[in-house]
Structures are given as structure tokens and as C-alpha cells.
């Protein structure tokens, strides 16, 4: 009976990859040239589905900005699909 379920686990486990916060760092830096990235946190989502909130800063601003992107699984790899929110100001 064991056998089963960790044979599934596994499976589930495997299929599951993480968002990969590297990418998500340099896509960031990518689309937003002269930032950088103080903190990203991937929150609520689901097994295709993850939004990211994400703490930066621009130029020679102190001002810590924030933005929320939702990522998509597309196949074997993890998207940005929209900005769901833009540059607030913290």
C-alpha cells in the first residue's frame, strides 16, 4: 500500500518544478533597464500558475518600488504572462 502512494508523490514531486527566481530576477532586469532587484517572493498560485511580488529599486532612488507578476507554466518552463500591478511606491 505504501509503495503506491510514494511511487505517486514522486510523480507529483517531479512534475512540480519551482519558479525558478533567477529567470525571474533577469527578466525583471530585462524589461525594467537601470533596476535592480532587492527582494522577489513567489506567493499565492497553484501547479501552473505563481505570482511574484517583487521589490526593487531604480537609478539613484531610495524609494523602494513594488510590482506583482503572474508567471505561467508553458510547457517544462515558467513565464511572465502580465504585471498585475504597476510600481507602487512603498
Same mark, same amino acid.
Given at each position: 500500500?505504501?509503495k503506491?502512494?510514494?511511487?505517486?508523490?514522486?510523480?507529483?514531486?517531479?512534475?512540480?518544478?519551482?519558479v525558478?527566481?533567477?529567470?525571474i !530576477?533577469?527578466?525583471?532586469e !530585462?524589461?525594467?533597464p #537601470?533596476?535592480r532587484? @532587492?527582494?522577489?517572493?513567489v506567493?499565492? #498560485?497553484?501547479?501552473?500558475n505563481?505570482f511574484?511580488?517583487i521589490?526593487? !529599486?531604480?537609478?539613484?532612488?531610495?524609494a523602494? !518600488?513594488?510590482?506583482?507578476?503572474?508567471?505561467?507554466?508553458? #510547457? @517544462?518552463?515558467?513565464k511572465? @504572462?502580465?504585471?498585475?500591478?504597476? #510600481?507602487?511606491? @512603498?
Amino acid at each position: 500500500m505504501q509503495k503506491p502512494l510514494l511511487i505517486l508523490l514522486a510523480v507529483a514531486a517531479v512534475s512540480c518544478s519551482p519558479v525558478d527566481t533567477h529567470a525571474i !530576477r533577469a527578466d525583471f532586469e !530585462r524589461t525594467h533597464p #537601470g533596476c535592480r532587484v @532587492k527582494t522577489l517572493a513567489v506567493g499565492e #498560485g497553484d501547479f501552473d500558475n505563481a505570482f511574484v511580488r517583487i521589490e526593487f !529599486r531604480c537609478g539613484q532612488e531610495t524609494a523602494l !518600488r513594488e510590482e506583482a507578476w503572474l508567471y505561467q507554466r508553458v #510547457g @517544462k518552463e515558467w513565464k511572465a @504572462k502580465t504585471e498585475v500591478s504597476n #510600481g507602487s511606491i @512603498k
